[in-house]
């Protein structure tokens, strides 16, 4: 069973910035979704197995880079000028084909998340 386990968030100053890491039991492509209270699960940001490609959602680009260490298994999200509205609880996915995807249901396997707080 593929295990997920993210870390690294926590309640941020608007401006502020964050590092996401999600570590998992092996190597797959993997993707950042975030989920705010009463709205759909969206997409942040994915990687390719390899880490030579990225994908970005349009609210994210310049401010959220993500990137990998493959001898960790660990894909990371860094967060910078976070602001309000970046407040969700962040969840990574993996999924088995090694091309990075923005939808998220065409990720296998899903970490517990972890909260992001961005006060103003």
Partial sequence: QVQLVESGG???????SLRLSCAASGRYAMG????????ER???AAISWSGGSTYYADTVKG???I?????KNTVYLQMNSLKPEHTAVYYCAARI???PDR???NYDYWGQGTQVTVSS
């Fill in 10 to 16: 926590g309640l941020v100053q608007a401006g502020g």
């Fill in 32 to 39: 950042w979704f975030r989920q705010a209270p009463g709205k």
């Fill in 42 to 44: 969206e997409f942040v």
């Fill in 63 to 65: 401010r959220f880079t």
């Fill in 67 to 71: 990137s990998r260490d493959n001898a």
């Fill in 97 to 99: 084909i090694k091309l």
């Fill in 103 to 105: 939808d998220y249901s």
